[in-house]
């Protein structure tokens, strides 16, 4: 059977896409408070973020981009052979020279912290300098101030119509709409049969914790707060984050953590290693040897889920994230790589 994506794309058919409504150029969107004009569709993008990088690749556009960087995870099986014939900038942040060297007529961000105010790549002033149109998706910067807390804080719920208007927007800048309505039919489906998954379950007493990484195994680490992607995966399924904050990846200590005894944990699985976390196997070995972390009930009755880090993330993943969360907590099983 082929990976689902793949599969939507195939099942375009010519008129389905001869049905869908046409870009009118020059195109001016809204993105994130920033005015942006595209001339054309891009002939040659970049990508700075895995979640955007899968989201062009899925609507089909992999001969589209020039340049990635930033990742988290593998690429999905099914973008292998697109992404094989791209080039990838860094594995983590780019450099501005090598974004703009690549000659982009567009730069996806996956985080406005990367081409924002703070422009750990550029900010957005620097790049329409030189008349590339950016763009950074709504799930990052709607509702949330990027200035406060290393990730952003969250001053209002993660919306997950953030990530269709994402897919719809990308779409229209393309000029692909029917490939993106069929996406967000597929992805809207995928969140269905999770929730349904869980139908009958009562988890109104069960709680998780979402352990992202750590800068090293003995400091606190960076857990998902209240408010964002993470937390938006537990309450659509109907589980308590343990986590107060609204910061989007807060610092706390495990002894707070520990108390809070949640039923899951939920731990990242990443093929990064800028932190010494970022390696699943460590995180366990942590959890089960911690004096203090070895006695939570989630610890010591197994209940585990290790989670691509980019499940994590506002992108396609978060909804075979939900797939994964929701047979886990269905038949009190997690599932390891």
């Known amino acids: ?21 046409a870009t009118h150029y020059p195109l001016t969107i809204d993105n994130c408070g920033a005015v942006q ?12 973020g895995q979640a955007g990088t899968e989201m062009l690749y899925a609507l089909g556009l992999g001969d ?10 593998n690429v999905l099986p099914e973008f292998k052979a697109q992404n094989d014939k791209v080039e990838r900038l860094a594995d983590n942040d780019p450099s501005f020279e090598a974004v703009v060297g690549k000659r982009p007529q567009l730069v996806a961000a996956q985080f406005e912290w990367m081409i924002g105010a703070q422009g750990v790549v550029g900010t957005r002033e620097q790049f329409n300098e030189l008349n590339v149109p950016t763009y950074v998706p709504p799930s990052d910067c709607e509702g949330k101030d990027n200035l406060v807390g290393a990730d952003g804080t969250r001053l209002q719920p993660f919306q ?7 897919v719809s927007q990308l779409a ?11 996406l ?12 349904k998954q869980l139908a009958g379950h009562d988890l109104t007493q069960t709680s998780a914790l979402f352990w992202f990484s750590s800068a090293d195994l003995d400091i606190d680490p960076y857990v ?70 070895k006695h939570m009930d989630a610890v010591r009755k197994g209940r585990i889920i290790v989670l691509d880090a980019d499940a994590m993330q506002a992108g396609i993943r978060l909804f075979r994230g939900l797939e994964t969360l929701s047979n886990a907590f269905a038949s009190g099983k997690a599932e390891q790589p």
């Open 224 to 293: 998902a707060g209240r408010q964002g992607v993470a937390d938006f995966m537990l309450q659509t399924l109907g589980v308590r984050n343990v986590v107060e904050s609204s910061e989007e990846w807060p610092t706390v200590g495990w002894e707070t953590l520990a108390k809070a005894n949640p039923t899951w944990l939920i731990i990242a699985r990443m093929d990064r290693r800028r932190f010494p976390a970022d390696d699943y196997q460590k995180k366990l070995e942590f959890l089960r040897s911690d004096p203090v972390t």
């Open 160 to 166: 997950i119509a953030s990530i269709y208007k994402s």
């Open 37 to 48: 004009t595209f001339a054309q569709a891009p002939q040659r993008a970049v990508t700075i």
């Open 64 to 73: 589209k981009l020039v340049g990635t960087s930033l990742w988290f995870n």
């Open 1 to 21: 059977m082929l990976p689902r994506f793949v599969t939507l794309l195939a099942g375009l058919s010519l008129s389905g896409l001869a049905q869908a409504a």
């Open 184 to 195: 967000n039919n597929e992805l809207k489906q995928s969140l269905d049969t999770a929730r």
């Open 172 to 182: 229209e800048i393309f000029d692909v709409q029917a490939r993106g309505e069929a």
